[in-house]
């Protein structure tokens, strides 16, 4: 979990009961339960490996390929953050925003966002509408001779 101006914290969260109306409920590796205001919260990381350090990608090169909204968050400290929001609105959470990272391979699997860290959340795009358009039949030209008539 990252706090605004103030160091991290390790812990684990049970994926079904950590927003709580007053904050985030996080178990420390030590096993005390504390729960963390919102407006403290910047992030909550769900991450493959406490200990393992390597460079964050907060924005998407190009277009992503995975399916759902592509947003573009800032934060109140005015850092930006780019991820895949769920198309489906009831995975939305009252407290804030799930979000799948620009990078899927790296530590960070999905970051959850309060919204009282946040100053902005801008829709870039739709990826992978299930939305099926037919493809419409180019007109045939009357120039087109007809063989079979």
């Known amino acids: 979990m990252r706090r605004f101006d103030r160091e991290p914290l390790a812990g684990f969260v049970s994926p079904q009961s950590y927003l709580q109306p007053g904050g985030v409920e996080l178990m420390s590796q030590d096993g005390a339960v504390s729960i963390i205001p919102y407006a403290e919260v910047k992030t909550v990381s769900f991450v493959k490996d406490f200990d393992a ?17 592509w947003v573009r968050m800032k934060f109140r400290d005015g850092d930006e953050m780019d991820g895949i929001l769920s198309n489906n609105l009831l995975h939305l959470d009252t407290y804030g925003f799930t979000v799948t990272p620009p990078d899927p391979y790296a530590n960070n699997q999905r970051v959850f966002l309060p919204r009282a ?24 030209s009357k120039d087109q001779i007809k063989l079979f008539e």
Do not use: C, H, I
């Open 117 to 140: 860290a946040l100053l902005d959340l801008q829709v870039l795009g739709v990826v992978g509408s299930p939305l099926k358009r037919g493809k419409k039949k180019p007109a045939a």
């Open 53 to 69: 350090v390597e460079p964050e990608r907060k924005l998407f090169n190009t277009r992503p390929k995975m399916g759902g909204l």
